[in-house]
């Protein structure tokens, strides 16, 4: 996945915005304000940072070796998963969307609904991991 597929993939769910609150090369994606992926747009390889359930972060590090705990974040709840090729892009689509529902699903409940919302005015929903 290059940076364009990247972006793309995470500007199509509803809610997102991007910003660069953290210098000029540090993209940030956020849901209803909260932050669910976060790359250097500089960076080679290209790497992003994603939420993780703790549990599942752990099984991600040890089955591939371009998942690491979190640069520069809570290694508990975030891995930087390098965009080498060495995942495939359905891979890494499954964890963005993880990342994504998991901020969802810590929303408060009117922003919750807000989200709803403009999903059912036409934007996509987020793709559900199994």
């Known amino acids: 996945m290059d940076f364009r597929a990247l972006r793309d993939y995470c500007t199509a769910r509803p809610g997102v915005t991007e910003e660069f609150p953290f210098g000029e090369t540090t993209l940030v994606f956020k849901v209803m304000g909260k932050m669910f992926a976060l790359t250097d747009v500089k960076a080679l390889p290209l790497t992003v940072n994603l939420k993780c359930d703790p549990d599942l972060a752990v099984e991600l590090r040890e089955r591939y070796p371009a998942v690491r705990p979190g640069y520069h974040m809570n290694k508990t709840h ?4 390098e965009l080498d090729g060495s995942l495939s892009v359905e ?6 969307d993880h990342s994504y529902e998991l901020v969802v699903g810590g929303l408060p409940k009117r922003a919750q609904a807000a989200l709803n919302s403009k999903a059912s005015q036409g934007q996509p929903q987020a793709h559900r991991q199994p």
């Open 78 to 81: 975030w891995n930087t998963v």
């Open 91 to 96: 891979e890494v689509k499954k964890m963005i």
